[in-house]
């Protein structure tokens, strides 16, 4: 075994492998660029070195910079994580020239599976079913619309080099295909260098159930069960469970069998898992599945596939790495209880999943046991910047049966609170409130069929919660500051009023906050609440409204607040007259950027008429795309906007004039 390594990544990912290190008395290096040097991997690891500035390009991406810091350092292997030089062949070789373990896969292996024509006929000839289709060398247009007709509609048009979704177009009819193929291999052109596609029959009620599979340097492999993933925002997991509900022990063993037999014809090593999608529009029973793709990675979702077989699969990467046999065979490899991940991101799902930065000024969750586990690279403080992905931690849980996991989950994003960004925990929590999602009614188009019903939820401000933010702006919070005296009125035993308004997302909210002998009189929305303090201790607030007991959180940051409640996020701003500017109350027109990026299309003009919730236009942020809508309906006021330009965080981008109230 390794006595020294190298871990070529930064966040969770990297904080995760330097647990197992540590476990197994593997002393740990880290790298980091210039804003993570007070990073929590940085913190964890026993050694630390910069190797540049924030862009991964110019830090994260520089495989000689850091293949140097390990033979430096005396590192014998490198573990690359996910993303970054994961699944970068050269960076693999690079590594094995040198005389460093690569702690994955042979070059070879990353190389034949990162092309989707390569790997579907790899995996053709290893007898594994393939999405019908044509995955051939001729690219002429002619050519390929006579094979779509072949195939027949709806089709999906992918980039052989792609992933994640890029340069994927779903064709619906003929007369559709050759515009589709045109802006497929444009996309793919500029994501990939190639664009070259392959034709797939598109599934169209389909689940993604992918294989944990393993292999040592002898020979030998074994699959880990399996992980379902149809819950996918724009390709991006959002949702993950192991085992795949209702999949019978045939099929799981018929995907495993299968999944083995992939990695053996391959002569795979070390962790990878096979994704098939499964064809459900006839239900799951004996249901066709077909390779999909192989990712040649530890995933994001591995945790899932640790908690059901207790086995750690960075343990198992480090031994087969170091050359060791697998350490179980297939028949004493257990499935056991059910487990969630989660992922948690700093994103506002209410305008599009914009993806949020800034500093976490609260982060808190249950503590961990063996229901609950917690992997992150952020600690309270930390800052989400724009220079990487922006995903804060994943939940994950543990249960003996699906609905008792389902029930902790329910439970610890309940208790899990975060200010200083907006994130998609609310969202989260709603997904495992949904009805279909808990009697396991699920595919790869749930999302997009319940997303708005996932989404709306969370634009309504509940009584409750303004009660919470009013009785904490009401608190003392600074110590010695006498709530009896107050120079605004506040005097004891006097029936005393005051009015407060609060803000969120345009929609103002007023309320009438009466000091009674006994509690407080609450007026929100014409109606009157009787509220009493059962206890408050720190951010933690217990009362009583109307005799109902309602606990919640309330993180306050100048006249900001962020409200837990019942599993809800509100973010609340305390409205100052003549402190804050005057657009708020009726729905503001101005479009403001929420984070520095570029605009890669405008949709609008000057003086255009636009409806609410219009595209305006497309801000490529964070290496993704991301549409800006209008808030409210009217005149298009541009501010010298321009295609290709850069934007700063919070400029002003466009205003739309005569935007009616909307409060
Ligand atoms: C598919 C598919 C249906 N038919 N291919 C490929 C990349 C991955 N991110 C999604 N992929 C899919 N490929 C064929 N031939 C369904 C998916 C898919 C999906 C599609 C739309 C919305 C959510 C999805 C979630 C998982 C898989």
Redesign the pocket.
Known sequence: MFDKILIANRGEIACRIMETARKKGIKTVAVYSKVDAGARHVRLADEAYEIGPAEAKESYLKAQVIIDVAKKSGAEAIHPGYGFLSENEQFASACEDADIRFIGPTASAIRLMGLKDQAKSAMEKAGVAV?P?YDGAKQQVAFLLEKANEIGYP??I?AVA????KG?R?VEESSDFVQALASAKREAKSAFGNDQVLL?????K???IEVQVFADMVGNAVYLHERD?????????IVEEAPAPDLSDDMRYELGETATRAAKAIKYRGAGTI?F?V?VENGLKDAPF?F??MNTRLQVEHPVTELITGIDLVEWQLRVAAGERLPLTQDDIKLNGHAFEVRLYAEDPVSGFLPQIGRLNHFSYPDPDINFRLDTGIEEGDEVSIHYDPMIAKLIVWGASRGEALRHMRRVIKNTAIAGVKTNLEFLFNIFNHQSFNVADI??????KYGDELTDRLRQVSVPVLVLASLCELMPHTEGYDVWDWSDGWQLNMNLSMNLTFTENGHKHDIKVTYLKEGFKIEVRDQSYHVTLLKQKGDDFSILIDGKKVSGKVIRKHEDFTVFCDGKVSYLHHFIPGADNDNVGSKSGRVITPMPGKISKLFVESGENVEEGQALLMLEAMKMEHTIKAPCSGVVELLSLEQDMQVSDGQLLLNIAECEANG
Request: hydrophobic letters at 30%.
């Open positions: 999405v289709g089709l999906l992918k792609g992933g994640g979704g994927m779903l797939e029959k598109y599934i169209r389909a689940r993604h993933c149809s819950l996918q925002r724009r390709h991006q997991k994704e999608i064809d077909y999909m793709e595919d790869t188009g749930f999302i997009d």
